[in-house]
């Protein structure tokens, strides 16, 4: 079984819905991380928890917002979804405890808005 | 300011050849992390290898190894004996520890096809 899940693994939405995007872990890490994905701009931060009651923005957090419900559950909200939202998301986890503190990342959530 | 290059977009390489994917990094931190990913077609990110900014050795792990030029500001992955699952995108990514390493940058990435 895999160690990061996420659901769903595909979305097609409209504009103005609300989306949540699940994020789940067996790995018993600490530290959770969601990303997006754009062609030509690699992977970036757009949320990350560090435990259960600490939530922090990434580099682009607007119109996000995320959910820490235990430490195996992170997951992700578009309140009111648009078009270039439309996006690979990925799941992340980390120990935070070694100095190479490899983050390890679920399969994705391909995410489309009409 | 773009702290990962990634100066080649797409990369190809004969089976069984040996490539060399390009990454410069950019940091005032003397602490820091180096990674590659791969991700194939099917889009998941698979962690290859690590270095840290203080490792005396270059990393490797299996037919990967990473050719880290510190004073050059460079870590490229090196992949021997190409196969054909090689083909995918690959990244690379820095966290400067310093700063409490919550934040991981990637490139946005290489392309690399292995031809038969």
């Known amino acids: 079984d895999a160690d990061v899940t996420q659901t769903p693994r595909n979305r097609i939405t409209k504009t103005g819905k609300r989306i949540m995007l699940e994020c789940s872990q067996t790995?018993?890490?600490?530290?959770m991380y969601w990303y997006r994905q754009d062609p030509g701009l690699g992977l970036r931060l757009i949320y990350y928890?560090?435990?259960?009651?600490?939530?922090n923005k990434g580099e682009i957090s607007d119109g996000y917002s995320v959910s820490r419900q235990a430490q195996a559950k992170f997951s992700l909200s578009l309140e009111s979804a648009i078009p270039n939202q439309t996006a690979l998301y990925f799941c992340a986890t980390s120990t935070g405890t070694s100095g190479s503190d490899t983050q390890y990342f679920g399969p994705g959530t391909r995410l489309t808005v009409l | 300011a773009q702290k990962i290059t990634q100066t080649q977009p797409g990369m190809f390489v004969q089976e069984k050849e040996a490539v060399t994917l390009d990454c410069t990094y950019d940091t005032s931190d003397p602490s820091y992390g180096l990674f590659w990913y791969k991700q194939p077609s099917s889009g998941e990110m698979i962690f290859l290898i690590y270095q840290g900014s203080y490792d005396q050795q270059n990393a490797t792990e299996g037919r990967y190894s990473l050719n880290f030029q510190k004073a050059r500001k460079s870590a490229n992955l090196v992949i021997s004996a190409s196969q054909l699952g090689d083909s995918a995108m690959y990244f690379c990514?820095?966290?400067?520890?310093?700063?409490?390493?919550?934040?991981?940058?990637f490139g946005a990435g290489t392309r690399l096809f292995v031809k038969a």
């Open positions: 928890s560090f435990d259960v009651k600490d939530i």
């Open positions: 990514a820095m966290r400067e520890l310093s700063t409490g390493g919550f934040k991981t940058i």
């Open positions: 790995k018993g890490h600490d530290r």
